[in-house]
């Protein structure tokens, strides 16, 4: 971290050991400084799906997910091996550092990011996964309100790749209606059914209880790796609630360089930085902080 950044760090780890409750929302930024960079190809994954990057030449590994394929069967077999590397992937580290960071705090966590990684540190009722998640599956109709895990399901498929292709026969399909299973990711199929609803339900009920019903208490809004692809998602969301509830303080950590609004200027930090250094420093400052006490 460097040193200009100090006094900052510290004013926001105060701000999350004086918070009531924290609002945490994730975006890609995140997972790139935890080693899983979706948009580019980082060492890990580009490791995992060599052979489809070299046979299709994907400039990262979310542009495969959304290339159109000849055949499902070449589809899958992309599908297949980026899901089980996202299964068998190590937490990351600021994850980790992140969840320890607010262990002590009522938390809820509003994330754009698809690779599951929130999902390791933070208990399911405590995320609304605003893009879905690679750890499901839908049908591609789709036919019915049901998402399925699919954790054993491509274990068994990437025994069956031939190359980087599944035979069509082991293409996945809904037992419903014998359409085409799809990863539950965000395009123009995505079910928002009752499992995302009632996720959104949850944010939208943890917001109210501790800004509209508690008007008194201290809520952190801590926005970490949101980049400018969809900032009606979490960003413009977060300045509203900011600007509307003077007990609530917005957060912005990112590697890029940008700046709190001004309108939100003294209720609002902008801190600049590797994510992964960022979060490390913070809990290092607030662990000091708890042994001072």
Request: overall charge negative; glycine content about 6%.
């Amino acid at each position: 971290m460097r040193v200009a950044n100090q006094a900052t760090l510290q004013e926001l780890a105060e701000r999350i050991d004086q918070a009531d409750a924290v609002v945490i929302g994730g975006g890609s930024g995140l997972s790139s400084a935890a080693g899983y960079d979706h948009y580019h190809w980082s060492p890990a994954l580009s490791e995992a799906l060599a052979p489809f990057r070299e046979q299709y030449g994907f400039t990262s590994p979310l542009a495969g997910f959304y290339h159109c394929f000849s055949n499902y069967g070449e589809q899958w077999g992309y599908y297949s091996q980026y899901m089980r590397f996202l299964w068998e992937a190590p937490t990351g580290q600021p994850y980790l550092d992140l969840q320890a960071l607010v262990a002590d705090k009522p938390a809820f966590v509003l994330t754009t990011n698809v690779d599951q990684q929130f999902f390791r540190v933070f208990p399911q009722k405590q995320i609304c996964a605003f893009q879905g998640d690679f750890s499901y599956c839908q049908c591609s109709q789709p036919c019915r309100d049901n998402i399925w895990e699919n954790r054993e399901l491509v274990k068994e498929l990437t025994g069956c790749l031939a190359g980087v292709r599944l035979p069509e026969e082991a293409v996945p399909r809904c037992p419903d209606c014998g359409r085409v299973l799809v990863p539950w990711v965000r395009d123009d199929t995505f079910l928002e059914g009752t499992f995302w609803q009632d996720s959104l339900h949850r944010y939208h009920s943890f917001l109210r209880h501790w800004i509209m019903d508690q008007s008194d208490k201290k809520v952190l809004l801590l926005e970490l790796g949101v980049g400018e692809m969809t900032p009606s998602i979490i960003k413009l969301p977060f300045w509203e609630l900011t600007a509307k509830n003077e007990n609530v303080f917005y957060a912005c950590l990112n590697r890029e360089a940008s700046h709190s609004p001004e309108h939100l200027r003294g209720r609002s930090l902008y801190l600049q930085g590797d994510l992964a250094e960022t979060l490390a420093a913070l809990r290092q400052a607030r662990s000091i902080a708890a042994n001072i006490k």
